[in-house]
């Protein structure tokens, strides 16, 4: 992660959002009222899915079971039916 104050970050504003979208690192810019995270759109989207996924009843606990399960007791690709 990236660290800068605002006045840095406003000079090379261009530059950071470039290496954070190119390179999904995130920059802490200080300010005196507090930090500011700047994620890439991609982090984001990801850490939203994660978050929808975690507050499925029961997704955690069947994920877990499923790491669990031998790969032979498991359906071949073909024969899931969506």
Same mark, same amino acid.
């Given at each position: 992660m990236q660290n800068t104050n605002? !006045?840095?970050f406003r000079k090379n504003?261009?530059?950071f959002l470039e290496?954070?979208?190119k390179y999904n690192e995130? $920059?802490?810019? /200080? !300010?005196k009222d507090g930090n500011a995270i700047i994620i890439s759109e991609e982090d984001y989207?990801?850490?939203?899915?994660? $978050?929808?996924? /975690?507050?499925?009843?029961g997704l955690k606990e069947k994920i877990v079971e499923g790491l669990h399960t031998p790969l032979d007791d498991c359906l071949r690709e073909d024969?899931?039916?969506w």
């Open positions: 605002i !006045t840095n504003i261009f530059s290496q954070t979208i995130p $920059v802490n810019v /200080s !300010t989207n990801g850490l939203m899915e994660t $978050v929808y996924l /975690s507050s499925v009843p024969e899931v039916k």
